[in-house]
Nanobody, 114 residues
Framework: QVQLVESGGDSVQAGGSLRLSCAAS????????MGWYRQAPGKQRELVAR???????NYADSVKDRVTISRDSAKDTVYLQLNSLKPEDTAVYYC????????WGKGTLVTVSS
């Protein structure tokens, strides 16, 4: 089992920045990929960014110029730096860990006002 706890969500104005954190615990040795997803009201959950165990990253086209995913292996934590936030970035942001199984956190809310 892997437990994921997200934090860092907040209400900000357009143009602002946030750093989200996802702390992992449990059987993290089984995890190959860590990712951030988001779900806006009335919309499907979508990939924002992910990072593999060897450090490779990929990003959704809609955010790739404004978002950076990183990890601190010593802290078993993955971060998502969000810059130049827009109202359309408003969503619940979820952390996902993938290995043999997939695990999800409970999410953290980001609200961006114009």
């Amino acid at each position: 089992q892997v437990q994921l706890v997200e934090s860092g969500g907040d209400s900000v104005q357009a143009g602002g920045s946030l750093r989200l954190s996802c702390a992992a615990s449990g059987s993290i040795f089984s995890i190959n990929v860590m990712g951030w997803y988001r779900q806006a009201p009335g919309k499907q959950r979508e990939l924002v960014a992910r990072i593999t165990s060897d450090g490779s990253t990929n990003y959704a086209d809609s955010v790739k110029d404004r978002v950076t995913i990183s990890r601190d292996s010593a802290k078993d934590t993955v971060y998502l730096q969000l810059n130049s936030l827009k109202p359309e970035d408003t969503a619940v942001y979820y952390c996902r860990a993938q290995g043999v199984r997939s695990y999800w956190g409970k999410g953290t809310l980001v609200t961006v006002s114009s």
